[in-house]
């Protein structure tokens, strides 16, 4: 059996590799990846952790052309996912320190009707049964993924309630969160403010792999001062989802927020951050079930999006 310094040395006398176009750039975006993940860790793991699966790759790349068995790779690969921990739980490493995400819910208490055994849409509000339940899940999917996030479940309706404001200052009240947010993590990606359609589950529902998903929609502040940058983050998310999951998304919806004093315009709080994001998940007769298989979806593109967005 050779040892490790005598596979070296025939890797050193071996000839110029020529790996295929797509082993190579499926190697790269695992690096990326993979470099974006041990920023959470220490620094001496971080170090010891990237040059393992650098080293990995070229030795894998190496033992191939000089052995050419491709069950060599497949063993390795088996080999090498079987220590790494599945997905099932959240990551140890992922927390609320340093997020990448923030995601909060500035209409709180929008719920579903399945989910109150209430079939009057108009009535389907709760102070605990609501959107909030979605955000954390999706929470969770991140987490999975080794995503920092922190997630608000501050109520602002009753915020809005208690001090006696009129309904249409809750994204004041949502947006000094934001702002407060913001002036305390200095490495935020993405900010996303999660609700509900009100359309109807016909309108809001997909069927993805024999099973019914609740489809998205994302609105977009047109008089916003960050608009350029609001739409383009949005648009992204549409065209990878339409890729990824045809017609889980129902589009990019531009709208002019409007209040009464003309002088105060509101913008749902995306003029304060460029990759700032409202996302409408499933409408409000979708299943709390159909509204976590969405978010099982979207958790993958936000993975996919905060590596290009670096």
């Known amino acids: 059996m050779q040892n490790d310094n005598e596979i070296f040395e025939e890797i050193k006398r071996s000839t110029n590799l020529n790996p295929r176009t797509e082993f190579v750039n499926d190697t790269r975006h695992l690096l990326v990846k993979k470099a974006n993940h041990i920023r959470k860790v220490s620094k001496i793991k971080k170090l010891s952790y990237y040059w393992s699966v650098v080293i990995a790759t070229v030795a894998m790349i190496a033992w191939t052309s000089l052995f050419g068995g491709n069950q060599y790779i497949v063993k390795s690969y088996h080999t090498v996912m079987s220590a790494i921990p599945k997905n099932n739980e959240e990551s140890m490493t992922a927390s609320t320190k340093n997020p990448s995400v923030f995601i909060y819910h500035t209409h709180t208490t929008e719920s579903f009707t399945p989910l109150l055994n209430n079939k009057n849409p108009d ?51 949502s947006g000094k969160e934001v702002q407060t947010v913001l002036d305390k993590n200095k490495n935020l990606k993405l900010i996303i403010d999660i609700h509900r359609d009100t359309q109807l589950k016909d309108a809001t529902t997909v069927r993805i792999d024999g099973k019914d998903v609740a489809s998205v929609s994302f609105v977009v502040s047109e008089n916003s001062p960050n608009f350029k940058e609001n739409r383009k983050i949005a648009n992204l998310f549409h065209q990878k989802l339409e890729k990824k999951y045809p017609g889980l998304s129902r589009g990019v919806l531009l709208k002019v927020s409007q209040t009464r004093n003309p002088y105060k315009q509101k913008f749902y709080n995306q003029d304060l951050f460029a990759n700032s994001l409202l996302l409408q998940i499933g409408g409000v007769e979708n299943t709390i079930e159909e509204e976590n298989r969405s978010v099982e979806l979207l958790a993958e593109v936000i993975d996919e999006i905060l590596i290009e967005i670096e």
Do not use: P, Q
Request: proline share 0%.
């Open 123 to 173: 009535k389907a509000l709760d102070k605990k049964k609501n959107i909030t339940m979605v955000g954390a899940e999706l929470t969770s999917e991140l987490k999975k993924k080794n995503i920092n996030v922190l997630h608000s479940t501050t109520d602002f309706d009753k915020i809005v309630r208690d001090r006696d404001l009129d309904y249409s200052n809750i994204y004041d009240m």
